[in-house]
């Protein structure tokens, strides 16, 4: 399910994308959290990496709702070190210091998943 909504993202319609977009941010609700490291730590697909490398192209809808799924993404300890460490981290923190630098909305969800992925436990 993660690596055809990950397609959609990139490559459906707005109105599909944003669907996508809503599906993941469900997988990575509080009442999923079970999915949050399994949508990290795999070789099977690149959730950070996909999300981060399109993040700055996508509308405000869309922005936020990525900012939503990083954030829920960077709780668990296992997520913290891969998201700022790993091999997606320089996009994911190019995205989320670019979001600030230009003072879009989202800004305060981007502070929130710095401050969160670098207070690695």
Known sequence: QVPKLLYDVIHAEESERIQALKDLYELSN??????????VCTNSWDTTGTLSKCILSLGNKERRLACLIFNNLSIPPEN???????PSSDSLLEALTTILRHGYDESYLA???LMSITLLD
């Open 30 to 39: 509080v009442l999923h959290k079970q999915n949050r490291v399994p949508m």
């Open 80 to 86: 913290k070190a891969v998201m700022a460490l790993g």
């Open 111 to 113: 502070c929130s998943c």
